[in-house]
């Protein structure tokens, strides 16, 4: 993607036809930043370009400790799904994901009529009026931070931190899969954002549980040669999942990391590599054939098992396991405990420690 792509897809997308209904901007389950600032942006664009009435819906929860200092600290107007009406919205806009992948709340049976995303492109997106799906670019925060410099529209402090803290988070700091787009963006944003906001949502205040369940994490951790295996069991909230996944492939020699965790009756998966050339998306795809939906891009991707029905968690765990393994050329690998990775230093002899 260029400048040029940008500026003709906006063009197509500000030429909707579209009357003067409501429309129901919507996350992906579970924001994170990414999301929650292209839904805001898009809500302003759409309000300012083109008068529509727009609300920012999100389903599931906002768990980890600095999505939610994020919503809080910038006061981000959004609602959850369960206190929205969908017959009151004619129009819906899906933000940093596509339709019919299992990780949004919508009825299949809702047309989507507006797609925002950095991941590959499905093959039911391209069912959708308007999308645009730009997968080399590191943030879905990048392309609607250029949708609102070219429209002209004065971007607020609180959206600009948003928008900032939603390709950084991403981008991990502009040191993953970063466009030249998204640099562009990045800068732009920088004067625009307010530095002490963005510090207290960084490094927000963790809770005692947190810490606990955190030490339950680590002692499960299974390490190969060159992956880390991350059980975490029953969550708090589902962004710890890929919490872990994000811990554990920076670990001495991982390539690939696999985190997956409980939350209500699904089973929740994270991928990681830092592997520049992979593709992590595909290969989730394949762990979760038959048995659950998922997704991502070239160094991240996620998913879900429904385990509503009979299926036993001890079951999925080892198909999902062993399909990983395979995927990443690791099947020879013999997993072990962290804690046999280390062991205690030795005593001091008495005399030695005169």
């Known amino acids: 993607m260029d400048r040029a792509s940008i500026d003709k897809s906006l063009e197509r997308l500000l030429s909707l036809p579209l009357d003067a209904g409501k429309m129901l901007v ?38 980890r400790a600095e999505n939610r200092a994020m ?15 969908l017959d009151e919205y004619p129009y819906i806009a899906l933000m940093d994901a596509q339709p019919y992948t299992g990780n949004t709340a919508l009825p299949e049976s809702r047309r ?17 009026p308007f999308y645009e799906v730009s997968d080399d670019l ?37 040191g993953r899969e970063v466009h030249p787009l998204d640099l562009e963006a990045y800068h732009h944003l920088v004067p625009l954002s307010d530095a002490t906001k963005l510090a207290a949502i960084a490094k927000p205040s963790l809770s005692r549980q947190y810490y606990a369940q955190l030490g339950g994490a680590l002692d499960a951790i299974l390490v190969g040669r060159t992956v880390a295996v991350c059980p975490v069991g029953n969550v708090s909230n589902p962004d710890f999942v890929p919490e872990m996944a994000d811990f554990a492939v920076r670990m001495e020699g991982v390539r690939w ?27 989730m795809q394949e762990v979760l054939e038959g048995i659950g939906k998922g997704g991502g891009h070239g160094m991240r ?7 509503s029905s009979s299926r036993s968690r001890i079951e999925t765990e080892r198909i999902v396991t062993e399909r990983f393994l395979h995927a990443v050329g690791a099947e020879d690998d013999r997993l072990e405990p962290l804690s046999k990775e280390s062991s205690p230093p030795a005593k001091a002899h008495a005399d030695e420690a005169h």
Do not use: C, W
């Open 138 to 174: 590191g943030a879905s925060a990048t392309l609607m931070t250029h949708y609102l410099i070219r429209s002209d529209i004065e971007i607020p402090t609180d959206l600009a931190t948003a928008l900032l803290y939603g390709i950084r988070s991403e981008t991990q700091d502009l």
């Open 71 to 85: 919503v809080r600290v910038l006061d981000l107007p959004i609602h959850h799904l369960t206190r929205l009406n």
């Open 26 to 63: 919507m996350t992906h389950d579970n924001p994170d930043p990414d999301a929650l600032a292209s839904a805001a942006a898009m809500k302003l664009l759409l309000e300012t370009r083109r008068g529509i009435r727009a609300t920012v819906g999100y389903s599931g929860i906002i768990g």
């Open 301 to 307: 991707a996620g998913g879900n098992v429904d385990l």
């Open 112 to 128: 989507v009529d507006i797609v925002i995303d950095h991941h590959p492109l499905r093959e039911a997106t391209k069912q959708v």
């Open 257 to 283: 990391s696999l985190a997956f965790g409980y939350f209500e009756l699904r089973m929740y998966l994270s991928m990681r590599t830092n592997d520049p050339e992979a593709s992590a998306g595909e290969l």
